[in-house]
């Protein structure tokens, strides 16, 4: 096998593992339903807007003034309406009537986490959570519960539900991870390993399309010689136009190698009266050609 083969083969097959990491991958998106993927199964949805609270919004501006204020949303907390204000990046909650700065406590919490779920299992004590996990981006207060998804729910310290998580969804981040070849975070798809993967598709490209120029120099879609096989007293057994060795490769002849005419293993290697020396399995005669079998080749050669 030439060097621009075997190059031609491993960029394949380093690009054939990720392919059927693809093809998995997508086959688990095309199957799984998209809320249990998320998680959220068992979530109840909360309404997107809230009515503004009675303090007048202005008011609260006022009381702000100085900070860096990036927005100001109404939400709702346990059926009243509040301000929740980012300042410099960071929310913070307002309390809705007075406007004074709002912490939840742990049972609020929980009452928050319970009225997002309605599935079978019963919710554990909220846990603070200082390091970031199961893809939620920032600290978080976890609630577990028992049931059979093995559910949790993570609430921020303003009381805004992030998100609900199960054992599904565990398998959908690795997923996304596989799909887009992001094995760090799952939620960048331009990164080294996708340059990578990019560059060995081009390098399969490339030297497909030079193997390709390579045959049709060497003629591989002209004509063929004619190779006759005669017996011993010159007697025409068979005529081909294949490689050299093709159909005694097919019959199991002595001429047949390990490789089966990959052109790797050597074996069978043909030499001629003016030194030249091939494999059988790879080249075409220059020109016609006559090959005088044995008794035991002629039987076994295919009719």
Not at 111 to 130: E, I
Not at 234 to 244: D, P, S
Request: net charge positive; charged share 15%.
């Amino acid at each position: 096998m030439s060097p621009l083969a075997q190059w031609h083969r491993y960029f394949g097959l380093a690009i054939a593992v990720q392919l059927l990491l693809w093809l998995l991958s997508g086959l688990w998106f095309s199957l799984m339903d998209g809320d249990t993927m998320r998680g959220g199964s068992y979530r109840v949805r909360a309404a997107l807007t809230a009515p503004p609270p009675p303090l007048p919004l202005p008011t609260l501006l006022a009381r702000l003034a100085g900070n860096h204020i990036d927005k100001v949303e109404y939400v709702e907390r346990l059926g009243q309406s509040h301000f929740r204000v980012f300042i410099d990046g960071q929310a913070q909650l307002f309390d809705g009537q007075q406007g004074q700065p709002l912490q939840l406590t742990k049972a609020q919490i929980a009452t928050l986490a319970t009225n997002s779920y309605r599935g079978p299992g019963q919710l554990a004590p909220p846990q603070w959570q200082a390091t970031p996990q199961d893809s939620i981006l920032s600290a978080a207060w976890r609630i577990n519960s028992n049931d059979k998804l093995n559910t949790r729910i993570y609430v921020s310290r303003d009381g805004q539900v992030l998100g609900h998580r199960n054992r599904f969804s565990t398998l959908n981040r690795w997923a996304f991870a596989v799909h887009f070849a992001d094995y760090p975070n799952g939620r960048d798809f331009n990164h080294t390993l996708i340059y990578l993967l990019a560059a060995l598709f081009l390098g399969f490209v490339g030297t497909g399309i030079a193997l390709m120029v390579q045959k049709l120099r060497l003629g591989y879609l002209a004509q063929r010689p004619l190779i006759s096989a005669v017996d011993g007293s010159g007697q025409l057994i068979a005529q081909w136009r294949q490689r050299w060795g093709q159909p005694l490769l097919s019959s199991d002849l002595p001429l047949a190698g390990r490789c089966r005419g990959q052109g790797q293993c050597g074996q069978c290697r043909v030499s001629f009266s003016d030194g030249q020396s091939v494999l059988a399995c790879q080249h075409y005669p220059a020109q016609p050609t006559q090959l005088r079998l044995s008794r035991k080749q002629q039987q076994k050669l295919p009719h």
